[in-house]
């Protein structure tokens, strides 16, 4: 069956060199694609070949890129690749990539997720050039079916003075149905409630629009997303599930969350997958999910019937769940709902919601701030992500990491973060799989107290109090949150100069 | 006229004494009061002198004090006097309390201020077992006639075991009118959209409501608000201000803001008061204002005809701006509306009206990073406030600060600021009195050459500068945000070693 039925733009299909010809030395190019899924499989390719002999020849050719968030090796690692990036926002976990932002190649602007569309509109990113965006289909009216992510295609097509679409015939034709994408958005003073009570309410359309004089080339492509096998989650991740459910159970019992929990966020990783697995094992019943990344251990929920409803921007299956979500795409349909990043993870839809937000971490402090983005506080690993728009808005939240990385030579708890995502006020739950710390009401120096007890690693807990009691004692007229400023980050410093912590 | 009409509550009038004595040890008293309006005016005298005696006598007799956010010496003071806390939420700016608070003899849960009432209602903090709320009157019907701040009256009046109400008359009986208290605050999953979309629309009731029959007394009072008589704009004030209204009307120009700008945020303090003062001389027309609370500036411009409509939870006037309020009070009815904190901060409407939001800090570092609350890392000074709910979600958000602080032992642009309130993604734009920096889209490194560039104090910009190029130099594979962790806290070190940095 034809993917291009629409008589307009089937007049613009081309090659994805002809396509890649479109993009200019300079440009800003928004792309589709959201951790691994939906991001354009032929264009970026052709024009990293481009780039490449463009700088073969002497000349110069960079680009700034634009997209919902992570794509894949044949986007950011091959751009990379020919050092074809000048800037890139709002996020990347390409490792290629990673090594060029850190070595000051590439400007990096590290965002909210909820927050790219919105300042793309604002104006705080420049104009944007091209955008290329993956379908899975264009009907005959010229509406776009989207694919496995929406990430910020909507803004993307919108703003772009010029137009690629890929249309990737690997992608199942049923994916019509599964978008809602909100068109109430605009700049203030023209801003509206979002009419949005519930994770699967529609409040948009399924389709993405486009105006069909943008657009300058219609690719056609057969080829998957970028999926990463997951982790089986190993003991610790396990023991942090088990902590964090328990958790939820207590909750329940206090009377403090409904019976059939609030609506579930959760970050990509082994650790938020694990705990998606204790749920299916657990009592509860009539879950809901409103969340950026729909990952195996969801796909579980709704296979067992726990999970009634779930919200997305985009997919992030491993091969084995991509296959049995493609074997089974009707079954899914009516009971998941991609949407766009900036409904996915807007604060006002969070906070109404009552969202769980579940997030891993890379070190927290005694204090609870939280470090989510910076190794050793001047390379970036990843980003902030979305972890900032559902934390801060949460009705609860938990950060979760094992206690040490680098087989002990690193503790996740230190004195002081050395970068902050999430500061002490954002920051509710604390679990290693050595234990929870419940910090939710208390001041500062109660909260080290039970940071250091609860999810220190015993190797590094005494040095802890030992720096919360000499701060303590140091300064005893500064004793809300005491520091001793010329070992706070001592710890990192000693990483870096011996290799150890 | 009488201020107490309802033949029930009528009942129930009682001395200060006899109403504090339904206050236990240990009890949590959640009071009214916002920057040193409506705060009440005997009860908390009435209590100071029980714990006094009590202490004398050898008796334990603390309690957790809760309140909208600064109060005035005879609460937070005396209380602090007689040392009578042992936890305060969720902001204080007395120099007695923050004394305690920094001895380690007070705990205090520093906490955005759209977020306390939430807490509360999700038992963040226990249970409240006093409420005491200032009013103007009380209606035949038992409905309240809310006094000079909202803050978080409505959520204690509803959480508290037992309420006692001072009926102030010294307040304008003419406040009738003045408020908007939205009852359609709900705890998740059963929250709807607040249906607002501009600063003045009302979407709740002119009245607090109690239930009579936990009433335990009203009691009778005759007193002003603390009305802290403000700075006169100095030049370096008069400079940021000129600096943040030039760089609006380029905003505006740009095609970024509208002609009549968007709803303004300001803090409290003398700076963000020129910037209003440069607004009355500027050609914008039209203004409107979404903000905490009401500064003598906004008055000003209130009563030129410039600014249209008003919303805040709070009075924070002068002595001679509070006398011109109450000489014309008829005048301000229909152009002002005070809601509850949870409104005035609340992440949903700020985002959705899009609010232009002016804040102080202390210190801000090179990255963009902001300090609101904390002196030298360990030390809190007031707390962070409204701060994080404007700025996270504003259109356009300012931190402003002096560049020099005690004479220039301290600089305000530090490697690295020693506690982080508001993150390098939420921080548009830093202005002080030597330029403006405009962070929006840059990354980090782009951004440190740019804050060092315009907003350093030549004093120290060129150590600023060598900090950020051996940065770079000394871990070319960490350059993202690149920092010497042994150095990055050395400046505040050193003023605490050496008394300058």
Chains 1, 2 share one sequence.
């Not at 899924?37 to 970026?44: D, H, I, Q, R, T």
């Not at 050039?129 to 993307?156: F, M, Q, R």
């Not at 069909?212 to 023991?239: C, F, G, I, Q, W």
Request: aromatic fraction near 6%.
């Amino acid at each position: 069956m034809a993917r291009v039925t629409c008589p307009v733009l089937g007049r613009r299909i081309a090659t994805a060199e002809e396509a890649a010809a479109h993009i200019r030395p300079g440009d800003s190019v928004g792309i589709s694609g959201f951790t691994g899924a939906g991001f354009p499989k032929a264009v970026p390719q052709a024009l990293a070949r481009r780039i490449g002999e463009a700088h073969a020849r002497g000349e110069e050719f960079r680009i700034g890129l634009w997209s919902g968030a992570s794509t894949g090796p044949s986007v950011d690692g091959a751009l990379a690749e020919v050092h074809g990036l000048d800037k890139r926002l709002p996020y990347s976990s390409d490792p290629a990539l990673r090594r060029l932002i850190n070595s000051g190649e590439v400007d990096y602007v590290d965002a909210h997720l909820s927050h790219s569309a919105q300042q793309a509109w604002f104006g705080f990113y420049g104009p944007l050039d091209v955008a290329v965006v993956e379908v899975a289909a264009i009907l005959p009216n010229g509406l776009l079916v989207p694919g496995t992510s929406v990430g910020n295609n909507k803004t993307w097509l919108d703003r772009a003075e010029k137009v690629i679409l890929e249309v990737n015939r690997w992608l199942p034709r049923d994916l019509e149905g599964f978008h809602d994408v909100y068109y109430g958005a605009a700049v203030p003073p023209h801003r509206i409630p979002i009419q949005l009570t519930h994770p699967l309410q529609r409040i948009g359309d399924p389709y993405l629009r486009v105006d069909p004089a943008k657009v300058v080339a219609v690719v056609e492509t057969d080829a998957p997303d970028r999926n990463s096998p997951l982790d089986a989650p190993d003991d610790s991740s396990r023991a942090m599930a088990e902590l964090l459910v328990d958790f939820l159970r207590h909750e329940v019992r206090a009377g403090r969350m409904p019976p059939g929990l609030l609506p579930l966020q959760s970050g990509v990783g082994s650790t938020p997958n694990a705990v998606m697995e204790g749920l299916l094992h657990a009592e509860f019943e009539g879950l809901t999910s409103f969340t950026e990344v729909i990952q195996d251990g969801l796909l579980d929920l709704l296979d067992a019937g726990k999970l009634a409803s779930l919200s997305a921007t985009s997919f992030g299956l491993s091969p084995a769940g991509q296959q049995r979500f493609l074997d089974n795409v009707g079954s899914y349909k009516g009971r998941i709902l991609l949407r766009s990043q900036e409904i996915s993870n807007h604060p006002e839809l969070v906070r109404r919601l009552g969202v769980i937000a579940i997030n891993g971490m890379i070190e927290a402090d005694v204090y609870g701030n939280v470090n989510s983005s910076h190794v050793m506080g001047s390379a970036i690993m990843n980003g902030i992500g979305g972890s900032g728009d559902f934390a801060r808005n949460a009705y609860l939240n938990f950060f979760v990491s094992d206690s040490l990385a680098k087989g002990g030579l690193i503790s996740s708890i230190v004195p002081m973060v050395s970068h902050v995502d999430h500061t002490e006020h954002d920051v509710h739950v604390l679990i290693t799989e050595q234990g929870l710390a419940d910090l939710r009401g208390l001041s500062p120096s109660d909260r080290a107290d039970r940071v250091i007890a609860h999810c220190a690693h015993p190797d590094y807990r005494d040095r802890l109090r030992d720096y919360v009691d000499r701060a303590r004692a140091a300064r005893p007229e500064a004793r809300h949150t005491p520091h001793l400023l010329e070992e706070a980050l001592g710890w990192h410093a000693a990483y870096l100069r011996d290799g150890r912590m």
